[in-house]
């Protein structure tokens, strides 16, 4: 088992950047893909971006393509997500989360996901 804590979120103006932190404790680190998603209010959980167990691959959502960028570090336990450009659509509660499968590369469905962290709001006005 394991558990993250999300951290990072803010009230920002349109265009500017903010980095999402995911520390994770308990089973080992990277064994999991990890993976950011997003819910904006009234609309269902959606796939930001994910990378791989060793960080050497990573996978975006076409809406922050080019924006975003997901990272990790094993070493710290934790996962990032650097959001650049921001627009009011980013505005959401972002949740990481963590797979243990080993089966497929990564997953974009939630329901793939076996733990969760609790989620930090990102407010982006313009």
């Known amino acids: 088992q394991v558990q993250l804590v999300d951290s990072g979120g803010g009230l920002v103006q349109a265009g500017d950047s903010l980095r999402l932190s995911c520390a994770a404790s308990g089973r080992t680190f990277s064994s999991y893909t990890m993976g950011w998603f997003r819910q904006a209010p009234g609309k269902e959980r959606e796939f930001v971006a994910a990378?791989?167990?060793?960080?050497?691959?990573?996978y975006y959502a076409d809406s922050v393509k080019g924006r975003f960028t997901i990272s990790r570090d094993n070493a710290k336990s934790t996962v990032y997500l650097i959001m650049n450009s921001l627009k009011d659509e980013d505005t959401a509660v972002y949740h990481c989360?963590?797979?243990?499968?080993?089966?497929?590369?990564?997953?974009?469905?939630?329901?793939?996901?076996?733990?969760w962290g609790q989620g930090t709001q990102v407010t982006v006005s313009s």
């Open positions: 990378i791989s167990r060793s960080g050497g691959k990573t």
């Open positions: 989360a963590a797979d243990s499968s080993v089966s497929y590369s990564y997953s974009r469905n939630r329901e793939d996901y076996d733990y």
